[in-house]
């Protein structure tokens, strides 16, 4: 089957940098990828969707100056967060499909803000 | 985006028994899916069913899809002690282009 892969898996940062993580599809291409964030204990909440060669779609209350998305190719697509605090650690997971009842998802990417 | 609700949000059991978990959503949907999520894990593709699909069977799974009341059932017969995990339902609304996830319900099966 079609594999996502993000990387890195954890990251811990001190407040105030920024983190990239990437999202790669190994096998297909994806015009589209989501990324979602999720709290311990709760739901994955969709924070973006990343279209390739033009501008992410954010969901109400995601600063898009605070996460940065840039769907560079086919295969990948980056969620930088800027300027990182402890509110930002959390679980980002992001997903890639020819179709969106057909989602991949990635394994997640752990970030711990001290 | 407004999630569905699961409920229970947690269950636990015995092993060999089933497991019931319901989902209910709020807007017209193309189809609804069923994801596991083992801990700090990535999530798994259990069963997609159509919004024309009242239910559907796959291995020890059934999903049964009721449009009239916006809800949706995951049936998970002979539980085993692999089988815990969390469990989201997933609809995919029409004009939306976007998956919205339910709470989930996290499933404990006791040895």
């Known amino acids: 089957g079609a594999v996502v892969s993000q990387h890195p898996s954890w990251v811990i940062c001190k407040s105030g940098t920024s983190v990239k993580i990437e999202c790669r599809s190994l096998?297909?291409?994806?015009?589209?990828m989501f990324w979602y964030r999720q709290f311990p204990k709760q739901s994955l909440m969709l924070m973006a969707t990343?279209?390739?060669?033009?501008?992410?779609?954010?969901e109400q209350g995601v600063e898009k100056d605070k996460f940065l998305i840039n769907h560079a190719s086919l295969t990948l697509s980056t969620l930088t967060v800027t300027s990182a605090h402890p509110e930002d650690s959390s679980f980002y997971i992001c997903?890639?499909?020819?179709?969106?009842?057909?989602?991949?998802f990635g394994p997640g990417t752990r970030l711990l803000v001290l | 985006s407004q999630q569905g609700e699961e409920d229970p949000q947690a269950l636990s059991i015995q092993e060999g028994e089933n497991a019931t978990m319901n989902c209910s959503y709020k807007?017209?949907?193309?189809?609804l899916q069923w994801y596991r999520q083992n801990s700090g894990r990535g999530l798994v593709h259990l069963i997609l069913?159509?919004?024309?699909?009242r239910e559907k069977h796959s291995g020890r799974l059934r999903v049964t899809l009721d449009t009239s009341k916006k809800s949706s059932s995951l049936l998970i017969t002979a539980s085993r002690a692999a089988d815990t995990a969390s469990y989201f339902c997933?609809?995919?609304?029409?004009?939306?282009?976007?998956?919205?996830f339910g709470q989930g319900t996290r499933l404990t099966i006791n040895p």
């Open positions: 997903s890639a499909g020819t179709r969106i009842e057909t989602q991949y």
């Open positions: 096998d297909f291409q994806a015009t589209t």
């Open positions: 990343s279209n390739e060669g033009s501008k992410a779609t954010y």
């Open positions: 807007t017209s949907i193309n189809n």
């Open positions: 069913i159509r919004s024309n699909e």
């Open positions: 997933a609809t995919d609304s029409q004009g939306a282009q976007k998956l919205v």
